[in-house]
């Protein structure tokens, strides 16, 4: 997820990378293609304008429903929208009988609008419930579960490994100091207590933007869904077919790039919770382009929340 400055959540959803991604797509008439996070459905819109192709949009937010209704009506007979997560990809494809995929596009993270849904419990700009679930509707566990139940051990695990915070020892104390006297319930107290324990950054950034960004992850297994929704995607895409991912983070960026190398023969497997590959003559993959395609200053300029935004693309050869 982008480090998000609470200044910005008023700002409308745009897109990330937008231009990069047609290009890269390359939507084609007659083509099937999955959008795995739909959210507001801005690049399913735009591939849809692009092609006379067809889209699946698959999201685990049922409140993004009214923005499917939209393009469902905008594009009939063209778009069908998923409720569901993209961790369970494979069972999505067999259970709509996707015989053929010729791309799937994935924006990873929460997206623009669920920052700006204070209520949710994404962000500290609006004091709210500590929720930070992407679907409501799941039950599971959410922000103030974690916050309130685990260990001061784990809790310094979690908001380091997950969120590159130095400070989480400190932060992990006060948090179980405070929770001693009283229930942390809401995010502008734990956003309160993470400032104490970490001090004003030296630049624009909320102190308490990498610990929030730790707990959504933690709370939604956000890297689980993504290694095996990956897994499903290079399983199922056809023939010439693209795999697009844009990711906002190094964790993210990390099992990505990794899961693309191997797919294209660049290195071995060194993550455990990815399939081996095996090549015998040649990988099954290609790059589109190499490395990875970040937003231009332009873009960044219009939209802050794009800075942190990486763009990797993969073709299937054989």
Do not use: W
């Amino acid at each position: 997820m982008q480090i998000i400055n609470s200044s910005e959540t008023s700002k409308p959803h745009k897109p990330v990378l937008i231009k990069e991604v047609l290009e890269a797509l390359s939507p084609q008439d007659e083509g099937i293609y999955i959008d795995a996070t739909f959210g507001a459905g801005g690049y399913t819109k735009e591939i849809l304008t692009n092609a006379g192709c067809k889209v699946h949009g698959i999201d685990r937010d049922s409140s993004v429903a009214k923005f499917a209704d939209d393009l469902s009506k905008q594009f009939e007979g063209r778009f069908k929208f998923i409720n569901g997560e993209f961790g369970s990809l494979e069972n999505i494809i067999l259970d709509n009988n996707l015989d053929r995929i010729d791309g799937i596009v994935f924006d990873i993270g929460v997206s623009s609008m669920q920052l700006d849904q204070g209520e949710r419990g994404f962000s500290f700009a609006k004091n709210a419930p500590l929720d930070m679930r992407m679907d409501q509707n799941s039950g599971g566990i959410t922000a103030y579960d974690i916050v309130n139940s685990t260990s001061e051990q784990d809790l310094a695990d979690i908001i380091f490994k997950f969120g590159g915070e130095r400070k989480s020892r400190k932060i992990a104390y006060l948090i179980n100091k405070a929770r001693s006297i009283k229930p942390i319930e809401t995010t502008c107290e734990l956003a309160e207590i993470i400032a104490r324990g970490n001090g004003r950054y030296g630049h624009s950034i909320h102190p308490a933007t990498k610990a929030f960004q730790a707990l959504r992850i933690v709370v939604n297994d956000e890297l689980t869904q993504l290694e095996n929704a990956l897994i499903a995607a290079a399983k199922y895409i056809a023939l010439g077919g693209k795999i697009l991912v844009i990711t906002f983070h190094s964790l993210e960026d990390k099992i990505v790039k990794e899961y693309f190398n191997e797919l294209c023969g660049k290195r071995i497997n060194t993550n455990r919770h990815l399939p081996q590959i095996e090549f015998y003559n040649e990988p099954n993959f290609e790059f589109v382009f190499k490395g990875a395609l970040t937003p231009s200053n332009e873009e960044v300029s219009g939209n802050p929340r794009a800075r942190s935004a990486k763009l990797r693309a993969i073709r299937r050869i054989k």
